[in-house]
C-alpha cells in the first residue's frame, strides 16, 4: 500500500473542514449584509453595492498552500506529509464587497471597519506596491475560531475583471505569472480606475444627499 501523500492530508482536511467554512462564509456575509444596508438604501441613480462570497475551492486551497510556503512550481515535501495543514490559509472564507462609484468606498469600508475592529489590515496591492483595494482577515469567532476569512472592499469594474480573470489566470498560472501578462493586468487595472474616474462626476446621488 502506497504511503499517503502530503497532498492526500491536505484534500481529507479540506473536506472535514468545508462544513466550518461554509458555516463562516454565510456569518461574514450576513455580517457584511446586515452593516452595509443602510448604504445600499441611500444609493443613487447609476451607483451600486454587490456582496459577493465564496469558499476556497480544494485544489486553488492546496495552490495557494504551495505559494504560502514558497514552493510555487513544486510539490510539498513527501516526508512532511502531515506537516501542511489549510488553517495556515488566511482566505478560505472570502466576501468581496463590489461599489461604484469610487465615492462610496470609503463610505462603506468605514462602516465595515467599525464592525470587524479586530480585523487585520492587508490591503490588496499591484505589482508596483499601490493599494488597489482594502482587505481584511480575521475570525467569524460565534462560529470559528480555527478558519480565517477575508472581507475585501474592491471598485466595482475591477472586481468584475478579477471574477473573469483569476479563474482564468489559475489554469494558465505560468502565463498568468510571466512579465508580460503581469504588465497587461496593471494596464487593465489601471485603465479600470481612470474610467471609473472619469464617469463617477456623472453618477448622481440620491436627491437630498
Same mark, same amino acid.
Given at each position: 500500500?502506497?504511503?499517503?501523500?502530503?497532498?492526500?492530508? *491536505?484534500?481529507e482536511?479540506?473536506?472535514?473542514?468545508?462544513?466550518?467554512?461554509?458555516? /463562516?462564509?454565510?456569518?461574514? %456575509?450576513?455580517?457584511?449584509?446586515?452593516?452595509?444596508?443602510?448604504?445600499?438604501?441611500t444609493?443613487?441613480?447609476?451607483?451600486?453595492? /454587490?456582496?459577493?462570497?465564496r469558499?476556497? %475551492?480544494?485544489?486553488?486551497?492546496?495552490? #495557494?498552500?504551495?505559494?504560502?510556503?514558497?514552493l510555487?512550481?513544486?510539490?510539498?515535501?513527501?516526508?512532511?506529509?502531515?506537516? &501542511?495543514?489549510?488553517?495556515?490559509?488566511?482566505?478560505?472564507?472570502?466576501?468581496?464587497?463590489? /461599489?461604484?462609484?469610487?465615492?462610496?468606498?470609503? %463610505?462603506?469600508?468605514?462602516? *465595515?471597519?467599525?464592525?470587524?475592529q479586530?480585523?487585520?489590515? #492587508?490591503?490588496?496591492?499591484?505589482? #508596483?506596491?499601490?493599494?488597489?483595494?482594502?482587505? &481584511?482577515?480575521?475570525?467569524?469567532?460565534?462560529?470559528?475560531?480555527?478558519?480565517?476569512?477575508? &472581507?475585501?472592499?474592491?471598485?466595482?469594474? *475591477?472586481? *468584475?475583471f478579477?471574477?473573469?480573470?483569476?479563474?482564468?489566470? &489559475? #489554469?494558465?498560472?505560468?502565463?498568468?505569472?510571466?512579465?508580460?501578462?503581469?504588465?497587461?493586468?496593471?494596464?487593465?487595472?489601471?485603465?479600470?480606475?481612470?474610467?471609473?474616474?472619469?464617469?463617477?462626476?456623472?453618477?448622481?446621488?440620491?436627491?437630498?444627499?
Open positions: 500500500m502506497e504511503a499517503r501523500t502530503p497532498e492526500d492530508h *491536505l484534500r482536511q479540506y473536506f472535514d473542514l468545508l462544513p466550518e467554512m461554509q458555516r /463562516v462564509v454565510l456569518q461574514l %456575509e450576513a455580517e457584511v449584509r446586515y452593516h452595509t444596508l443602510p448604504i445600499l438604501h444609493l443613487g441613480i447609476g451607483e451600486q453595492l /454587490v456582496v459577493d462570497s469558499v476556497k %475551492e480544494c485544489e486553488s486551497a492546496l495552490q #495557494k498552500l504551495l505559494r504560502i510556503k514558497g510555487e512550481g513544486r510539490k510539498f515535501d513527501p516526508d512532511c506529509a502531515g506537516g &501542511y495543514s489549510l488553517l495556515d490559509l488566511p482566505d478560505l472564507a472570502a466576501v468581496r464587497v463590489l /461599489v461604484f462609484p469610487n465615492r462610496r468606498l470609503d %463610505e462603506v469600508d468605514k462602516t *465595515l471597519r467599525a464592525h470587524f479586530n480585523w487585520t489590515a #492587508k490591503p490588496l496591492k499591484d505589482r #508596483k506596491g499601490e493599494v488597489l483595494a482594502p482587505r &481584511y482577515i480575521g475570525h467569524c469567532e460565534d462560529v470559528s475560531r480555527a478558519v480565517r476569512a477575508e &472581507y475585501q472592499v474592491v471598485p466595482m469594474l *475591477l472586481g *468584475l478579477w471574477r473573469v480573470e483569476h479563474p482564468a489566470m &489559475y #489554469k494558465f498560472r505560468r502565463v498568468a505569472n510571466s512579465r508580460e501578462m503581469r504588465r497587461r493586468r496593471g494596464e487593465v487595472e489601471r485603465v479600470l480606475a481612470h474610467f471609473e474616474q472619469g464617469i463617477e462626476p456623472y453618477i448622481l446621488p440620491r436627491s437630498g444627499e
